[in-house]
């Protein structure tokens, strides 16, 4: 008895060796994979499609599993444990539109280029010098022709890396009530769709309304010129308060609070301020109130949000007749867009002092409680009750001011309840729709009385791979995974066919910059596999293994 | 058991419960997956930004050192700063806080009015086809997600029947100058209605259950016997003496329940965009937003040590035996 | 005075009857002391509450009627059909005086309750009367603010008597006044209530188990059991010449002034269940004394003003004799 | 004690309608996969794409969700997790109440002591907010639900039991139990414990309910697990995909009435047990 138990052991052991040197010998399985992703209720189109990513993937033979959980706890495993712990694998990722994000500089530069890949935008870990040597060149062209070709080359480079799994751009939905706005009074601006303040300005209320009611998902969370947080926020500072230039309408920037503005050199330009100008308070705005503008967030330790705008700016002076020169440390093609058109116009009068009060507490301007927010902008401030709804009213000095006599944004959130108050009129501008489109569609089928619109997004939706580790290390892996997601399906199942096909970063809402034919590309699982089985992938009991020799780095 | 003294003491032990939850809360926050920073993510965001920011929640400092300090500010009544808002926590709670006891209050008092009436009222009916069909239905109410009810009164008062507003405190573009003009304007309680019969809805049936049993047990007492052999009316001996001695513990519910439905409120808040405490603490835990969700939560756990203290003290008011017992 | 005529109270369940009061008939004349003493679940309880009119929802009355002063104040139709005797003709004084005041009104707002609502007394004119009635029960007045609870268990019956007394009643029903007393409150009780009587020229039935309570002031006594009521007559002729073995046992049951006894023995086994009494005697399962003609039920035998059921009245001399030894009761099982 | 159940369930009709109720559910649980008609989690595909929010056909007997799932075997899959919450938490109650009570009421002194002042401050923690931050703090999952029952209401259970235990810790065979020599641990166990045994039940029933609905609760506020089929999950998916503007009744009724049902019948049994251990409101 004993003896057959020992004889039974034995085996069993040595057969547990041998399969031991027989796997290490072969090809290494590839491990389990978790996609991560947010939460159902974050966004149910992304959602929908990780878990047509991980269906799909899994019959490459990989081993993949949505992982949903919330914004930051997702943030925080593949942004800031990217140095330490870098477990992640997969993530689904999205980029949103803001007007700055009109020019492709941010995009192809932060999110891509070496410099950024430890700490910055650049999580997937992805470089490459030739690829930095295409960002650094279209950043310093300011030819728009010669700077288009970089572009372009850079979308195709990064496509040819399978950088990214990009996935759609999605349409943006916004609809109004067109019982209480004209129909087509609202402008629909490049790459944002009609919520931008171009509309804010135009849209004519009829039928005897006065107010735009606007909503959020979101919350908001401050209404500071000097600080960016929520996604919500900008739109209420940026029409409160002015800026040199704005993003029009077509997507490039124009002279706003600037009458215009002139290149001197490829360093220097002369902004000639809009005379007549005045803040609310009523005193008039000056060039000394422009330099503190842009002066304030070159100290990063009180205006930390706004200083990455300000840090190309060598110097600033007042050249007489309302002129500001700015003086730059270094040529940059995106410079109207990224500062001229991004920096707030503040009344030094105001802000001064408060500003000046703060040095040395250890708190920035983030942490100013408004007792006043005064502006120059097309509205003016008048109430905010936390989580349920900001109400401005129209600056009727102002050089363009608004049709409607209000501007409000209710906080609601959830989606449902938005849609049910747009309904009922409760709202009647929806700017904050990331529900089922499906279901917007067919609300304005039955309505009768809602114009939606829908616009290309400039931003993206995206299934990002981390570069560092492998499998991913390998573009033909990174490729054999991002092409063996059908598109069609995204576009037509996960966002319901509301979305077009994503091939780069730039979206095609930038008519002149993306790159035409980059969203032309085959996919499907056939053609994933073969790239897969041509670059030594195999596929045993189902699940896939690394090419001979190829072992996993931990 | 309530003279001065054990008032006093029973206060601090109050005190020492509200330190060691605060004391699990903030571990729990510190070591939970996820990080503060995370809101602040962009393409612009700068390492400089990030250790700037890092510096100014206090995340560079040991946890020990964190602790520290957050329990010496608690103790000053300073929760800090919002991370997410950058503005002091207590403002906003003390913004948050009239919305949800309104609603807590509100709701609480209609479940009860109508919980101990209609108890009554069954205890009365017992044996009859009405307690056999009303025991059921109560029950069932008792046993229905409270969102699940919001979101179907939602659909039907609001969306379809569009009798009532579907969420928030008020119309858009409706100013409420101080926080005592919305408390005593009818717009916000027309916004109030709503919210608040869904939760009584859910919150009624205790009290109904809890009067009904009472006042069957206060009816075999030997006392409303004599009070039946006294001649006394029958209205007379349910309202004034049954009723009377039944309400005792149904006060007591009363009294913990306020404790409990502001926590459990923070469904109803999310269904009907109340902006209530309980929806502030969701926010907080969900944006890793730690002074925010810690002060909250401190909170909440406050009003209902403090409510559970109250419904002792109101033992004392409502019953002399009790009041006796400490006497003596 | 009180007259109860062939009185029978069944308590109706699902599936059964309990017969808890069976055919009794009572007289109570005015300025007299009535005991009616039994063990526990006799029906003397539900005897007198019946008279209160407050029997639980499943107690009908099956036949018989109640007579108070020749007006029907109850019978077979279980119909009250004058509701204001009640308390100011006939009071009642709760065993547990404890649970019978209502714990969180003050006791001069349960005066008040009865004096206005019942009385018609003016909240002042009622305030008047409750110190009245405190000072006839010897309680100070000033307890009238207290609350049930702050009294003692005495106190607290005095209480309840000086409510029982509060609209002159001509009848006070007491059931078990003084059961949950010690000896010496008992007696201070026994003794106003005696006081009372003659004072207040009142008719007093008390209820009890306890037949030395009997003895110390009753003047008339009806033995209970079962159901029935086996023997009444006056208390010094019963106690001492016990026509019925039931009170033979009772008497050795209890310390007594009247006994010569030196022992106390209880009697053995339980009270029948009165789902289905037995037939015949009820007695006989426990009775020292059965013989085969207890199989059939006795007749009423009408004797020196007392009534007896028992077929061995005419043995009572020699049973008496017996019954006074402790072997008669100890070997009985 | 299964001579006191016998008697709920030949005398109290709710007790009995309670059990029956569990029973089909349990027996729904049990034969899932056969009765299921597909996998709860795989996203459908039809002819023109994805089977989304598809009404009621044979192959889908009550529709699809906003993603392609199939209802219905939602529905049914649902009572698993349903079941396993409910009665894990029930079971977290009744044990944890039970020891508790039973230490603290036969033992008393320094034991007592601390342990009703723990049973302080799990009183003192509000139960929903403190199930939100312990999702956040253990991650997603259905057991945080079970985890914050056992944490914060073994004090109602245990405080009760203890009271009865001090009660019967009078009793004279207990008394004699010790007297005899027996161990403390055969006396509470042998001689106490099956005297609480009841209240153990009445108060494991009740959390039966609150599992289950607190379960939902969480869930529709999004710090629910994403990969388990829960009847809160499909009320928060047919929520946040809008099934309510979608009039996708048959979506978000089902799912609710599931709940209502398995809390109700935890309740039915709870109120026929409490008729036995309070005769007192009994006829």
Redesign the interface.
Known sequence: MYKKLSAVLVGFISSLLLSFFVSSASAEEIRSMKLWAR???AG?AP??AA??IA?TLNELGLDI??N??????????V??KRLDEDTWDLTMWQ?VSRPERSDPD??TY??FHSSTAE???NFIGYVDPEFDALAEKQRVTMDPAARKVLIDQAQQHLADAAANAYLVHPLLNFAYDNSQFKDGSAVEQAGLGIKNIWTYLNIEPINGNN?L?AQSLD?I??I?PF????STDSWITEIIWDRLLRIGPDGTPQPWAAESYNWVDEQTIDVTLRSGMSWHDGKPVTVDDVIFSFEAPMN??IV??Y???VKNIESMESKGNNVVRFNLKSSNAAFLTSSLAKINLVPKHYYEPILQALEGT???A??I?EEKRIGSGPFKF??W?????V?LEKNSNHFNPPKVN?W?M????????S???F??G??NFLTDYK??P??LA??VEEDGDITLVKSIDVGFQYMAMNHRRAPFDDVNFRRAVSLAIDRD?MV???W?GNAVKAGSHVSPALTYYHKDGITEYETGLELAKKILADAGYTVKNGRLHYPEGVAEKH | MFDFWSIIRRFLYMIFVLWVVATIIFFMFRLMPGSPLTAFIGTTFTDEQHDLLVKRFGLDKSLFEQYTLFLLNTLKGDFGLSFTYNKPVIDMIVEALPNSIILTLFSLIIAYIFGVIAGAYLAWKRDTLIEGVSIPIVLTTRSAPEFWLGMIALAFFSFQLDIFPSGGTSAAGVIYETTLSKLTSLHFYYHLILPSLVLALYLQGLPLLLMRSNMLEVMQEDFVTMSKMKGLSSWRIVIYHAARNALLPVATAFTLGVGFAFGGNVVIETVFSWPGLGRLLVFAVSSSDYPLAQGAFIFLTAILILMNFLADLMYLFLDPRVSYKTKN | MLQIKDLSIHYVGKDYVVKAVDNVSLNLLKGELLGIVGESGCGKTTLARSIMGVNPQSAKIASGEILFQDNKILDAEDKLINLDYKWKDIAFIPQSAMNSLDPVYRIIDQMREILIIRGNHSKKSADKRSEELFNLVGIEKNRLKDFPHQFSGGMKQRVAIAMALALEPKIVIADEPVTALDVIVQRQILDLFNDLRSKLNLSIILVTHDVSVVAYICQKVAVMYAGEIVETGPVKDILERPFHPYTMGLNNAFPDLHSTNDFLVPINGTPPNLINPPIGCRFKSRCPFEVSKCETKPDRLIKDGREVICWRTNDQSDLLAKSKKIETWESQE | MIRELYKIFKENNYATVGVGIYIFFILIAIFADIIATNDPLRINFSSSGLARNLPPSWEYLLGTTSNGRDIFSQLIYGSRNALAVGLSAALAVAILGTIVGLISGFYGGWIDNLIMRLADIALGLPFLPFVIVLAAFLGPSSWNVVIAIGLLLWPNAGRIIRSQVLTLRERGYIESAKVSGCSNFRIIFMHIAPNILPLSFLYGSIAIGWAILTEASVSFLGFGPSDVISWGYMLQDAYSSQALSLKAYIWFIPPGLCIVLMVVAGFFISRGYEEILFPKIKK
């Not at chain 1, 949903?68 to 495993?77: C, I, L, N, S």
């Open positions: 939460e159902q209720a149910p959602h929908t878990l047509i269906q599993s949505v949903a959980v919330p914004w930051p706890q997702m943030a925080d495993q942004w800031y980029m941010e995009f932060n999110l700490k910055g935008y107010d009611v919350e969370q401050a500071n600080f960016i947080s929520g990063a330790e930390p949000m200083s990455p705008f250890g708190n920035n983030e942490t409680i008048v109430d009750r936390q989580r349920e709804q109400i209000r409000i209710k906080e609601i959130p959830n989606v449902e309840a849609l049910g108050q309904r009922k409760e709202v529900g089922d499906a279901v067919k609300i399906v037509n199942a996960a319901a």
